[in-house]
């Protein structure tokens, strides 16, 4: 079979994105033919920024090498721009006179800086700032010429103007409006950004209209509408940008301030796609970079004609690529009547932060100076989380609920480059950097393939995004808001959740049929996930699919470096016999275990177990009594306790007593992720129930049931639920806010994030509504039927026994 | 020359799963796909030795169980951006046996 045409007008950062997206889906589907007015390959139009400023050079910008192209069979045409597109023939025409035919048509034109028509704006030395042939001419003018007029004190303006000025030049900067960047920040932002650029050299012309640019043959100067004027050897015209259009306009396709394309990418000719900074969707025309990676997404997917993603439009955030100046913006940040503002200003500090909340969601932020949670900000302004529970705190950032010990590196643009951010994976700041600008890496997670920083813990993965946000600038593309469970399917965990039940799908493979899975099993990080909704959906059910459990829950043992396993005992509220110990002791001995040690939650660890010792072991310990200790499990792990009124002279409460009964309540229950209870026997809080997911705090009138702590990577203190006055109802909140999280938590999301995505009030409305809360005990209690099965016994009686038998081959 | 050896039937190995061949000198790691296909590596990740007969498997893949390296089953290379090959054993069904083939004598392998 002959394969498809598709030609792509325009080499730039979308249309080429767009192929990689397209070849990654569809390899063979086209035979691939790129038109590019420029003479060079792709490349990463953000960073000519820092090429200017003498930071990086052109061939560190380069996305896609020529050898790329051949690599995938594309055919390319440098400098060769497309003059006509014939729409009935289905053919281009370019420059060179050639006709290419199209069976799809790709237009990714991008933009055209915006020249002002003023009188003298066609002389030699005036430019606009948007490709390497601009940055040529500055830094060749940098060379021979001294002063340097910058017209546009935006975001564009003001990067050139910083370049101009490493190169040496004496450049002004001229702007219309009263206040720099007024489309990104405030006025009080915009002064802090203003003094810090004039520490730096740079002049300044405020509301100055721009009425003539002067000269014989070259720009000697500018003269302006109030009659006065300034030198100037070169001229940087930065005033904005206008979608380039024109061929799609002599097309006949319906064109607007930009193309106008649909959900899928196209335009009114449906074989006619276009995408980035020549689009206009859904009334908006994006002059920002961010946005052409989910675009780009959309259109291969539709051009792989797998038809199921839609572009929905894009929350843009800016920051200024100027090395330095920490500065962050994003949303409605100009408060309209009836939102409120929440602003902190430390001047002696150069700190402004101000957060614009419209019914206590976050509807735009400006941040000066200190911009590390601007990645949160703009995550919690995307999700529209309701912010009432940290309102108080949240100016104080997110390092304020809890960090990983990277304590004051909130102004991540002035470390260095051998400061260490993934303490996990050692690596730097500099080879965090060095590979997003080398790789030309725009996410997170392209920059936790690349380099492994926060692919481990995570408990860096803000300063990551603040080092990419800052690195690439605008063009950070910032994890959509409603992000896919894996690289297998485009819908999220909520939607898998909600399609499970309202579908009645009951085994993986009608899941991935229904929401038509692009990989037939899945892989490693949607498997699991599937399983667990299933399992948690359908209980008695399902049918619990061993092979799509990580290790640890299939061997029921935490596999170690080593390979082998450990193996921890469940002790009911930390409580244990002699016998018990006995028990261990003996175990211990006959498996040769090499080492021992007493867990976090109160219980009695053993190292170095062989996968094929593991059932006979676990006989032992099973006709001792003891049962698995779900130390492995996204499940119920521990209940601990401390001393209580049984002993203890402060005690209020049987607090040992009410934790065997927890612990008895929940044991075997699989959770989205690990789940901790603790009971204290007073207000001294021994047992420190007030970081775990379920902790009750024992007072003489009764029990305080706090919710959403953990301890760990981010230290998260619990939030009060309610206070009860009896055992019994203890239990029945337990259970009920159990189910609520089992049901509604997405996978490896532990109880902490999941309480802060869907605010304390909805757990609050759910457990205060005694239907409600009965329902959800219920359903806990039955789905517990089916789980109250020691899988220690179950193995250690035969089931299974291949997992942990070796095939032995011997040399005959 | 192979030396082919009948280690087991197709069925003692689940589906999407792995079980351990172990020799004098090593352990194997023999996979089967969703597709009955069956491939053999070294049980041993190239980035920090784990074991990759205790990974998940999807499609002709295998995701480690200690730091999530993803090793394709036929050539054991790792996928990109990781790179390191775990050694691959050449594996053959016949009538529903499993055999793998060593050069010369299994003690060698």
Not at chain 1, 119 to 144: C, Q, S, T
Not at chain 1, 355 to 370: Q, S
Request: aromatic share 8%; glycine share 10%; charged share 25%.
């Amino acid at each position: 079979m002959q394969k498809e045409k598709l030609v792509l007008i325009g080499n730039g950062m979308a249309g080429v994105r767009t192929l990689e997206e397209l070849l990654k889906l569809a390899p063979d589907a086209y035979e691939i033919t790129v038109f590019g007015a420029e003479p060079h390959p792709n490349y990463n139009r953000i960073m000519l920024s820092p090429v200017l400023a003498g930071e990086k050079s052109v061939t560190d910008i380069v996305l896609n090498d020529r050898d790329w192209y051949g690599e995938n069979a594309i055919s390319l045409k440098t400098g060769d721009a497309v003059t006509r597109i014939d729409r009935v023939a289905r053919q281009v025409v370019s420059e060179s006179g050639e006709t290419t035919a199209y069976d799809r048509l790709l237009i990714a034109t991008g933009s055209n800086p915006f020249i002002i028509p003023v009188p003298g704006h066609d002389k030699p030395g005036v430019i606009g700032f948007l490709d390497i042939a601009d940055v040529e001419a500055m830094l060749e003018a940098a060379g021979r010429y001294k002063k340097a007029v910058v017209i546009g004190g935006g975001l564009l303006g003001l990067e050139a103007a910083n370049g101009l000025l490493k190169n040496g030049m004496d450049v002004t900067v001229v702007h219309l409006m009263d206040s720099l960047m007024e489309r990104q920040l405030d006025k009080p932002a915009a002064g802090l950004l203003k003094a810090s650029l004039e520490t730096r050299g740079l002049h300044f012309l405020m509301q100055a209209q721009t009425a003539e640019i002067t000269g014989d043959e070259r720009v000697r100067g500018v003269r302006f509408a109030d009659g006065s004027e300034i030198e100037a050897d070169l001229v940087v015209m930065a005033v904005g940008i206008r979608p380039n259009m024109t061929l799609a306009q002599d097309a006949g396709i319906h064109c607007d301030r930009g193309i106008v394309v649909s959900d899928t990418m196209q335009t009114f000719d449906p074989r006619i796609y276009a995408v980035g900074e020549c689009v206009q969707h859904r009334d908006i025309c994006y002059g920002l970079v961010a946005p052409l990676f989910e675009q780009a997404k959309v259109a291969a997917n539709h051009l792989a004609n797998l038809g199921i993603a839609r572009y929905e439009g894009s929350i843009t955030s800016t920051k200024l690529k100027v090395t330095g100046i920490d500065l962050f913006s994003a949303g409605e940040f100009n408060e309209e009547e009836g939102d409120e503002t929440l602003v902190l200003q430390d001047p002696g500090a150069g700190v402004y932060k101000k957060l614009v909340l419209r019914d206590n969601r976050i509807k735009g932020a400006v941040m000066y100076g200190d911009t590390l949670d601007g990645t949160w900000y703009f995550q919690l302004l995307r999700e529209g989380t309701d912010i009432s529970a940290f309102r108080s705190t949240i100016l104080f950032g997110q390092h304020d609920l809890g960090d990983a010990g990277h304590g004051d590196q909130t102004r991540i643009a002035t470390l260095g480059p051998d400061a260490e951010i993934c303490g996990c994976n050692g690596v730097c700041k500099g080879d965090i950097v060095d590979a997003i600008v080398k790789q030309g890496l725009f996410t997170l997670e392209d920059v936790r393939a690349h380099t492994k920083a926060s692919s481990s813990c995570g408990s860096c993965t803000g300063l990551v995004e603040s080092i990419l946000a800052s690195t690439v600038g605008d063009g950070y593309s910032a994890m959509p808001s409603k992000q896919p469970i894996c690289g297998c399917t485009e819908f999220s965990h909520d939607e898998v959740i909600a399609g499970i039940k309202e579908y009645q799908l009951k085994d993986m493979d009608a899941v991935r049929d229904f929401f038509e899975w692009k990989q037939a099993d899945g892989c490693a990080s949607c498997r699991p996930a599937l399983n667990y909704y299933l399992l948690a959906s359908w209980p008695g059910e399902y049918q619990d699919d061993a092979q799509s459990r990580f290790i640890n829950e299939r061997a029921h043992g935490n596999i170690q470096k080593d390979g082998t396993y450990s193996v921890v005992p469940r002790m009911f509220g930390g409580l244990c016999t002699p016998s018990d110990l006995r028990a261990i002791a003996d175990a211990c001995d006959k498996f040769k275990v090499p080492e021992m040690k007493v867990t976090g939650g109160q219980r009695i660890d053993m190292f170095g177990i062989k996968k094929e010792d593991l059932p006979a072991m676990w006989k032992d310990l099973s006709d001792a009594g003891l049962v698995s200790g779900h130390a492995y499990g996204k499940a119920l792990r521990t209940v601990k306790t401390c001393a209580g009124k049984n002993w203890c002279r402060f005690g209020t409460q049987d607090s040992t007593g009410l934790g065997v009964k927890l612990e008895q309540m929940t044991w075997g229950s699989w959770m989205p992720h690990k789940f901790k209870l603790a009971v204290s026997g007073c207000p001294r809080n021994c047992a420190e129930a007030t970081i775990k997911d379920f902790g009750i705090v024992c007072v003489d009138s009764g029990y305080e049931l706090h919710v959403g702590g953990n301890g760990g990577i981010k230290v998260r203190i619990t939030d009060l639920l309610c206070k009860v006055e009896s055992e019994a109802e203890v239990l029945e909140y337990c259970a009920a806010f159990i189910q609520k999280y089992r049901e509604e938590g997405r996978y490896l999301e532990r109880t902490a994030p999941w309480v802060e995505r869907v605010g304390l009030q909805t757990i609050k409305d759910a457990m205060f509504d005694e239907q409600q809360r009965k329902a959800l005990a219920e359903r806990f209690h039955y789905s517990q039927t089916f789980s109250q099965i020691d899988p220690w016994k179950e193995r250690a009686e035969g089931s299974d026994s291949r997992e942990f038998r070796k095939i032995e081959i011997c040399a005959a | 020359m192979n030396n082919w050896i009948d280690i087991a039937s197709l069925n003692d190995i689940p589906r999407l799963g792995a079980r351990v061949v172990k020799t004098d000198t090593l352990d194997i790691a023999v996979f089967r796909t969703a597709t009955d296909e069956i491939f053999a590596l070294k049980d041993e990740c190239p980035h920090r030795k784990g074991p990759l007969s205790q990974g998940i498997v999807h499609g002709s893949t295998v995701t480690c169980p200690l730091h999530n390296w993803k090793i394709d089953l036929a050539s054991g290379e790792a996928k990109a951006p990781d790179e390191g090959c775990s050694r691959s054993y050449p594996v053959k069904v016949v009538d529903g046996r499993i055999y793998l083939g060593f050069k010369d004598q299994v003690a060698a392998a």
